[in-house]
């Protein structure tokens, strides 16, 4: 089994920051890729940054010069680090990992969400 664990998520005003975590853990073989994901209330669950293993990383153009995603591969962490932030930032920020169980099984995986909220 593969769990994904976030953390970092809370109440903040707009124009301020948030970390987020998310470590990985359970029965795995290589870490493919991981990223971040975010659905507001009536809204469809989107990307919000992703990188794989060997560094490539994508970002939504909502968020493009004020989020930062980041990597661990040893510690099978990812974090996101996000300034400037906005009301429309709203969200459940969803983990997501594309993760090799075993040598010939893969799957991708989600954390449990944690909740940002940007709000004066």
């Known amino acids: 089994q593969v769990q994904l664990v976030e953390s970092g998520g809370g109440l903040v005003q707009p124009g301020g920051s948030l970390s987020l975590s998310c470590a990985a853990s359970?029965?795995?073989?290589?870490?493919?890729?991981m990223g971040w994901y975010r659905q507001a209330p009536g809204k469809q669950r989107e990307l919000v940054a992703t990188i794989n293993s060997g560094g490539g990383i994508d970002y939504a153009d909502s968020v493009k010069g004020r989020v930062t995603i980041s990597r661990d591969n040893a510690m099978n962490m990812v974090y996101l680090q996000m300034n400037s932030l906005k009301p429309e930032d709203t969200a459940v920020y969803y983990c997501?990992?594309?993760?090799?169980?075993?040598?010939?099984?893969?799957?991708?995986?989600w954390g449990q969400g944690t909740q940002v909220t940007v709000s004066s």
């Open positions: 997501n990992a594309y993760i090799y169980a075993t040598p010939l099984s893969h799957n991708a995986y």
């Open positions: 359970g029965s795995i073989f290589r870490i493919i890729a």
